[in-house]
């Protein structure tokens, strides 16, 4: 009898603690009947002629929200590629001011805000929720055609009008030099912009507003026949059969630019310094010449007179029993390290120009 009593008091024991706490697991009914657009039908404010929507569930408010917003995201993303290098550097430009100089908009700013983790939908919005009271969220993210519609292609128009001031032909004597070039580079950047917008309105229904226009990679191919059209005048002092030279010239010529030529407007001056050493090596057991050079390179624009790129080497050092084989080993190395560096560093400079009005 103690032991029949015993186990009823320890079931009841369990029951209330298991009522206590899972209480909150216990099925609720939801204060509201679920709304036809949670099972894929229509809403009564957000119809399909005037609105994309998009249904997402989760666990929890936050997490319903997140993905009716990725989905609606998606619809876009299966045809809407933008890429994420030139997206960040316009977004860049778009904060720096850079694109307002080359604007009449003085509200041009004013069509570029960015929502936080919607870049390519702007004017998304969490419409309506829902839960279902047994532990499920449901939320609807809309976007409204229109709106939408007067967003982007106020954005193409601006993006045009800075690719037209950018490669205006009344700017054609500075076509060929460093600022056109950078020119038509930002012009590639705001055109591939351009067509994601396109697609955008494509996608909710409206194309007209992106007809016509020109892909970045049209103006990426006339910054190229730029660059081929910039000679590239190349002094080097105290070289050695024209070695520095040449490992100079190669990295220009691999970017595409023009060697030589008289009277280039941009010139890279090249001051070669050798000094020898000569000491007794134990290890080697004979008198070693040290050879250790130093060099400095500018690179010009003869019209402005300003020095565009330095580049400078030191101390580079090479030994040899041979004085005359010190000396070439020592070019030698100073070859290497321009044909591995020089190129690169250039690269670099021309992507950083900020064309000037």
Not at 58 to 66: K, T, V
Request: hydrophobic share 40%.
């Amino acid at each position: 009898m103690f032991r029949l009593k015993l186990l009823t008091s320890l079931k009841t024991y369990l029951l209330c603690l298991y009522l206590f706490v899972g209480g909150a697991a216990v099925p609720v009914a939801p204060s509201t009947p679920q709304p036809e657009w949670v099972r894929g039908g229509t809403h009564a404010r957000f119809n399909r002629v005037t609105h994309l929507t998009a249904v997402g569930s989760g666990n929890s408010r936050h997490a319903a929200e997140r993905d009716a917003l990725g989905r609606l995201v998606a619809i876009f993303g299966q045809s809407i590629h933008f890429d994420e290098r030139t997206t960040e550097l316009y977004w860049g430009i778009m904060g720096s001011g850079v694109a307002t100089t080359w604007s009449e908009r003085v509200d041009i700013e004013g069509y570029f805000e960015r929502q936080a983790g919607m870049d390519s939908l702007v004017g998304a919005e969490i419409g309506d929720f829902w839960d279902d009271g047994r532990g499920t969220s449901f939320a609807l993210a809309v976007l409204n055609k229109a709106m939408a519609t007067r967003v982007y292609s106020g954005r193409i128009r601006a993006n045009q009008e800075v690719i037209g001031n950018l490669t205006n032909t009344a700017l054609i004597g500075e076509r060929n030099t460093f600022n056109g070039f950078a020119r038509y580079q930002l012009a590639a950047v705001f055109a591939d912009m351009n067509i994601g917008y396109g697609e955008i309105l494509s996608v909710i229904g409206a194309p007209q507003y992106a007809r016509g226009l020109r892909s970045g990679d049209d103006f990426r191919r006339e910054a190229q026949e730029i660059r081929g059209a910039i000679p590239i005048g190349i002094n080097v002092r105290n070289d050695r059969g024209g070695r520095i030279h040449d490992a100079f010239a190669g990295a220009f010529s691999d970017l595409g630019f023009r060697i030589g030529g008289t009277g280039s407007r941009y010139v890279l001056d090249v001051d070669i310094s050798v000094t020898l050493d000569q000491r007794f090596s134990a290890h080697h057991d004979a008198w070693l010449t040290w050879a250790y050079k130093t060099l400095r390179a500018e690179l010009r624009d003869t019209v402005t007179g300003t020095v565009l790129l330095p580049y400078s080497l030191h101390n580079i050092r090479e030994g040899h029993t041979s004085r005359p084989q010190a000396e070439d080993w020592v070019f030698r190395r100073a070859v290497e390290i321009i044909s591995r560096e020089y190129r690169n560093l250039l690269s670099d400079y021309l992507a950083s120009l900020v064309p000037r009005r």
